[in-house]
């Protein structure tokens, strides 16, 4: 009987070190991901910031053209307006 007992202590004591080594195991992985998943995260906001640096400088583009779109007209008309007084 006693040699059952001491089985029986020596497999749950196996079965312990085991589970505490796959939980430490799980731990470490764990820890690895969230570290990932930082790093991760910190590029999307730098990726962010550079999309919107870039829409920012497409918005400011768009409106340069529509300036200069605008002033080209103006000088048309002022350059038809010279012709004809020219005549």
Do not use: P, W
């Not at 764990?30 to 570290?35: D, I, Q, V």
């Not at 906001?45 to 002033?71: G, P």
Request: glycine share 4%; proline share 0%.
């Amino acid at each position: 009987m006693r040699f059952m007992h001491l089985a029986l202590h020596l497999l749950l004591t196996g079965a312990l070190v085991i589970s505490v080594y796959k939980t430490s195991e799980a731990k470490g992985k764990e820890n690895h991901a969230s570290r990932e998943k930082d790093a991760i995260t910190l590029e999307l906001n730098d990726l962010i910031r550079v999309r919107d640096t870039l829409l920012q400088e497409r918005n400011d583009l768009k409106s340069q053209i529509e300036n200069a779109n605008s002033e080209m007209s103006r000088l048309g008309d002022m350059l038809a307006f010279h012709l004809r007084a020219c005549r």
